[in-house]
T-cell receptor
């Protein structure tokens, strides 16, 4: 199992350019997430998905769009990149627990380091 | 709302020293509590977790006890190694809801 993979690992964009980050997981997880990590801010949830074809906004969704056309993939798009979107982006996935008494472990990808000039 | 507060780092310790990283939380109800670790250049991975009051999570010599009365989940290790150098995140999650709130992270540096 590869677990959670992210493409690309690094990217430099100019202000106003667009790009898509790809996340793939081979664990058949129902839930997938996109976070951004900034110094002193911890991880902040951008968007998440509870299943194929469904997405929802997280804590900091502005400037990003997502799609979950296939269960194993979760795409994060930046339509018009801004310097404030310079960050490290992490994708994560988790199994939907059948037990209402627990929250399952999140499995993270290695991250994408994005710089917007 | 839900929040997690961790001690600010960086924390610098000598090898074999005792480690405590404080974590307190604010939440209604009874969340699950987690510690995740991030090694340099990698994503986060689960270190340990506890799902109810008085539970103790443990892994790789690290321990944390879910204290409902003090709303805390402090991470401890009796003897740290250089290989423990990483950033540690405290987090809380909700049963059946699957969203997780992370703290800001505490960087640990262990020197030989």
């Amino acid at each position: 199992n590869a677990g959670v993979t992210q493409t690309p690992k690094f990217r430099v964009l100019k202000t106003g350019q667009s790009m898509t980050l790809l996340c793939a997981q081979d664990m058949n997880h129902e839930y997938m997430y996109w976070y951004r990590q900034d110094p002193g801010m911890g991880l902040r949830l951008i968007h998440y998905s509870v299943g194929e074809g469904t997405t929802a906004k997280g804590e900091v969704p502005d400037g990003y769009n997502v799609s979950r056309l296939k269960k194993q993939n979760f795409l994060l798009g930046l339509e018009s990149a801004a310097p404030s979107q310079t960050s490290v982006y992490f994708c994560a996935s988790t199994h939907r627990s059948i037990q209402a008494t627990s929250t399952d472990t999140q499995y993270f990808g290695p991250g994408t380091r994005l710089t917007v000039l | 709302g839900n929040s997690v507060t961790q001690m600010e780092g960086p924390v610098t310790l000598s090898e074999e020293a005792f480690l405590t990283i404080n974590c307190t939380y604010t939440a209604t109800g009874y969340p699950s509590l987690f510690w995740y670790v991030q090694y340099p250049g990698e994503g986060l991975q689960l270190l340990l977790k506890a799902t109810k009051a008085d539970d103790k999570g443990s892994n790789k010599g690290f321990e944390a006890t879910y204290r409902k009365e003090t709303t805390s989940f402090h991470l401890e290790k009796g003897s740290v190694q250089v290989s423990d150098s990483a950033v540690y995140f405290c987090a809380l999650g909700w049963r059946g809801y699957q969203k997780v709130t992370f703290g800001t992270g505490t960087k640990l540096q262990v020197i030989p």
